[in-house]
C-alpha cells in the first residue's frame, strides 16, 4: 500500500529502505540522495527534509542495522552463561553488519564526535551503540568479570578486527575459515579476562 500524505513517519521508513536497497546493491560510493529518492518514489527535496545529508541518511541506516543487531542477540544474551559462545555469537552477528556499514563508518568513533551530524541522527546512532554495548557490558558483568568495562575494550576491538579481515582480501591470504578464527579467538578472549576459577571448554 502506498505512503499516505502527510504520514510522516512511513515516508521515512521508504527513504531509509530505498537507502538499504541501494546501499547492498552498489555500496556508499554510489549512495546518492537523487538515487534514494526516485528509489523511494519521493521528490528530492522530500529527502532532504528528512536527512540534511548523504552522512546523516547513512548513520541513520547503521543505528536501525545496530538496532536489529541486539534485538536478534538479545534473547540469548539474557540467556547465555558462557563467553565464549556468547564471543562467536556477537562477532558473528557483527561480521554480517560491518560487510554492510562498518567499513565506511566505525560507530564508536562517532559517539566522540557526534557534531558532525545533525542533532537527532547522532543521537539515534549514539543511543543504538550505547544500547548495544551496554547489554554486551551486563552480561560480562553478570559472568563476574573483573573489568567488564576493560573486557568490552578488547571485546569489541577483536570482533571488529575479525569482521575486516573476513570481509575484505585479506581472508584469501591463510586457508582458516571464519568457524576456525573465531573459535580460537573466543578460547583466547575467555582464558584471558575470565576469572581463573572458570574454565572455558570448547564446545
Not at 12 to 18: G, K, M, Q, S
Not at 91 to 113: H, I, N, P, Q
Not at 149 to 155: H, P, T
Request: glycine residues 8%; aromatic residues 8%.
Amino acid at each position: 500500500m502506498p505512503t499516505q500524505w502527510g504520514d510522516r513517519e512511513a515516508r521515512r521508513r521508504d527513504i531509509l529502505e530505498a537507502g538499504r536497497m541501494l546501499l547492498r546493491e552498489n555500496g556508499i560510493g554510489e549512495l546518492q540522495m537523487r538515487g534514494v529518492a526516485q528509489r523511494a518514489g519521493v521528490g528530492l527535496g522530500t529527502v532532504y527534509t528528512y536527512f540534511a545529508t548523504k552522512e546523516a541518511l547513512y548513520a541513520a541506516m547503521y543505528a536501525e542495522r545496530l538496532d536489529r543487531m541486539l534485538a536478534e542477540i538479545e534473547p540469548e544474551l539474557a540467556a547465555a552463561d558462557d563467553l565464549g559462545e556468547l564471543f562467536v555469537l556477537i562477532a558473528t552477528a557483527y561480521r554480517d553488519v560491518y560487510a554492510e556499514f562498518g567499513k565506511e563508518l566505525d560507530v564508536l568513533s562517532l559517539v566522540g564526535r557526534k557534531d558532525d551530524l545533525d542533532p537527532a541522527t547522532a543521537d539515534q546512532l549514539v543511543m543504538a551503540a550505547g544500547r548495544l554495548l551496554a547489554a554486551l557490558q551486563s552480561f560480562g558483568s553478570r559472568l563476574g568479570l573483573e573489568e567488564p568495562e576493560l573486557a568490552l575494550v578488547v571485546l569489541w576491538s577483536t570482533v571488529v578486527g575479525l569482521a575486516d579481515h573476513f570481509t575484505s582480501l585479506r581472508r584469501h591470504m591463510h586457508s582458516y575459515t571464519w568457524d576456525q578464527a573465531v573459535g580460537m579467538a573466543a578460547r583466547t578472549f575467555v582464558c584471558g579476562l575470565l576469572p581463573k576459577d572458570v574454565r572455558y571448554e570448547s564446545r
